[in-house]
């Protein structure tokens, strides 16, 4: 069947268009690339990170952000160079935020179920939990939806420093 | 009449009839295995998930025409004098009717994506300790997978022909079209990679419109056949070319003035009634037996031969 020309012919477009589409990647140095460039402003400066207040995760004393993820987002912060710019609000307000691309990281005890993942980039797991119930929870972190460099960076930072189950 | 012609097909389309089921058994578990192997990258791409659903979808005219082929072996009998032949009629209107359904609902998901300004996210996996892009995966697995579909779309559509299967032609010429889906998935992907989120949704409505197509056609020979159209050949020549050899058979008969046939498909078949005008007042009944062995000894697709003695064509069986 492959002595047959126009097949031959189709196959070499095919190929074709496969290898230009490698080439034209190949071309971009850092793919994927952010469209909004969210990973360049983090990295030029401040990262403008949500917190929403979950037991363990977020405590909020004196009004300044403590607790694990807190923790975790200045190790990052630390990471991309950046200073951190912190916003304290309710997970609704902060997911807008991102949305709006008024933040670049949420944090909050938000587990991998997290219906927000409809309207925002959400990590991998980084690391489990147990709920109220008993039940194993694994936690991840919300970026803007489709910032697709600084994710790939938050979860290469997750990678190297968390359990990641 | 022999119960024979059409229901038990001369052995060589017995034959191709067998291989047809078993590449369309090796196509389902093919996609089967594509299907597996594409959720475990799926993720977040418009593009990918409608090429996605797409390859669940060209499952639906195999098991249709593998459902159909247990209808046809049947013979007929006193309460379907006609035989089964038309299941794969009636597959071909499902599958088709399934494919214009799902490729709309997937056009008008890529339509909504591109008006709402939908992102889409891809992140990372973790392979061997290395994070990798997802994007990378999504498109090796695309690219990965995308030839042996062709190869049984061109083997498929060999068989089709002789067989007068109209239900495999479509899904052969389904499957030839397969890796343009792949490719299709792959711009996508690439697009979300160098940061053009539109190229995505674009990418996917681009194969929702394939979809849409080969629902569209598939609906519209189905149904154009199930309304007893005169026969055409499965690529579409009209008026199937074994009308014109049959009518040459009759008007060879020298007690034959004139004659016309009114032919229709039930499935792979073609059912077949002589209008035959005499030049004598009378004819006999050997005369009459003639025309009819001379026409289903044309060719095995011709099935079912009735012969009417008529004082003169009727007009539909003219030409405009």
Redesign the interface.
Known sequence: ?FRQRP?RARQVK?AA??GS??L??AC?PA?????EGTLDTVRSGTLRAGVSPASDFVEIRDGEPQGAEAMLIEDFAEHAGAEIQWTIGGEEQLVKQLEAGQLDLVAGGITSKTPWSEK?????PYRTATDAEGKEMKIVLL?P????AF??EV??FL?QTQE?P | MKNAAGTHLPPEQRELMARAARLELISIGYTALTITLVALVVGNSQAMRTAWIEDMLSVLPQLAFLASLQFTRKARRYSHPYGYHRSMGAGHLVAGVALLVVGAMLAYESVSALVKLEHPTIGTMNLFGHTVWQGWIMMAVMALIAAPAVVLGRLKIKIAQPLHNKLLYADSKMAKADWQTNAASIVGVAGIGIGLWWLDSTAALVIAAGILKDGWDSTRSATSDLLDRRSKGVDGTDPHPLIAAMEEQLQSLEWVRTAGLRVRELGQVQHTEAFIVPEAETVTLAQSEEARKALEGTDWKAYDVVVTIVPELPEFLKQD
Do not use: H, Q
């Open positions: 069947m097949f095919g268009v496969l589409v490698f034209a990647t971009f793919v994927p690339v952010d469209p925002a980039g959400v990590t991998r970026v939806p489709g910032e697709n994710l790939s979860e290469y990678d990641m």
